[in-house]
C-alpha cells in the first residue's frame, strides 16, 4: 500500500523515489511480488499518466486511487479501513509506504495503525518519513513540530515490538 503515491515510476519523474517502482525493483530482487499494489494520490492526474509507466505484468494487479486519504477510522477514504475490506489476514504479507507530508494525517494514521490491533496485525512493513524538529530537516519541514526523534523512536520501538517491521527516511 503506498499512501502519498505520486506516480508508479516515482516522484516528479525521479525512479529513485519511495514509490512502487522502488518497491517492486527491491522486492523483484529477492524473488518476490506482490498480489495487490494499492496506491493514494491526492495531486489529480490524468489516467493515461497514471497508466503509462505501469508494465503490462504489474497492471492486473494495480490500484490506483487518485483520491487523499481520510484520517478518519470510518472514513471512506481511510487506508486501514480499504485494507481491512480488502480481506487481508495476518496470514498476507502487507508493506506499506506513508509519505502524504501532512503530519496531522500521517500521525492519526500512525496512531490508528499502534492503538488498533486488527490493522496492526495486518502490517508487516511499514515504511515512514514522521516530520519531527530536528536541525538538519528545518529547510524542508521547518521548526513547529512538537515531535522529537525520540518520539520516532518510541514509535517505532512500540510497533517493532508488536512485529511491524520499520524503516525510515530520509
Same mark, same amino acid.
Not at 55 to 70: A, E, K, R, S, T
Given at each position: 500500500?503506498?499512501?502519498?503515491?505520486?506516480? *508508479?515510476?516515482?516522484?516528479?519523474?525521479?525512479?529513485? +523515489?519511495?514509490? +512502487?517502482?522502488?518497491?517492486?525493483?527491491?522486492?523483484?530482487?529477492?524473488?518476490?511480488?506482490?498480489?495487490?499494489?494499492?496506491?493514494?494520490?491526492?495531486?489529480?492526474?490524468?489516467?493515461?499518466?497514471? *497508466?503509462?509507466?505501469?508494465?503490462?505484468?504489474?497492471?492486473?494487479?494495480?490500484? *490506483?486511487?487518485?483520491?487523499?486519504?481520510?484520517?478518519?477510522?470510518?472514513?471512506?477514504?481511510?487506508?486501514?479501513?480499504?485494507l481491512q475490506g480488502m480481506g487481508m489476514t495476518p496470514n498476507d504479507y502487507v508493506v506499506v509506504k506513508l509519505d502524504i507530508d501532512v503530519p496531522e494525517i500521517e500521525n492519526t494514521l500512525m496512531d490508528q495503525l499502534v492503538?488498533?490491533?486488527?490493522?496492526?496485525?495486518?502490517?508487516?512493513?511499514?515504511?515512514?518519513?514522521?516530520?519531527?524538529?530536528?536541525? +538538519?530537516?528545518?529547510?524542508?519541514?521547518?521548526?513547529?513540530?512538537?515531535?522529537?526523534?525520540?518520539?520516532?523512536?518510541?514509535?517505532? +520501538?512500540?510497533?517493532?515490538?508488536?512485529?511491524?517491521?520499520?524503516?525510515?527516511?530520509?
Open positions: 500500500m503506498d499512501i502519498g503515491a505520486s506516480l *508508479y515510476n516515482g516522484w516528479m519523474g525521479d525512479p529513485s +523515489a519511495v514509490g +512502487a517502482l522502488w518497491f517492486v525493483d527491491r522486492f523483484k530482487r529477492h524473488h518476490l511480488s506482490f498480489d495487490w499494489i494499492v496506491s493514494f494520490e491526492i495531486a489529480k492526474h490524468d489516467p493515461d499518466d497514471i *497508466y503509462k509507466s505501469v508494465p503490462d505484468d504489474i497492471l492486473p494487479h494495480y490500484i *490506483y486511487f487518485n483520491q487523499g486519504v481520510d484520517k478518519s477510522p470510518n472514513g471512506r477514504w481511510n487506508p486501514w479501513r480499504i492503538n488498533e490491533p486488527r490493522v496492526r496485525l495486518l502490517v508487516d512493513e511499514m515504511f515512514f518519513e514522521q516530520h519531527v524538529n530536528v536541525k +538538519a530537516m528545518w529547510k524542508w519541514w521547518g521548526t513547529d513540530s512538537p515531535l522529537t526523534m525520540l518520539d520516532t523512536y518510541r514509535l517505532f +520501538a512500540n510497533l517493532r515490538s508488536n512485529g511491524v517491521r520499520m524503516h525510515s527516511w530520509p
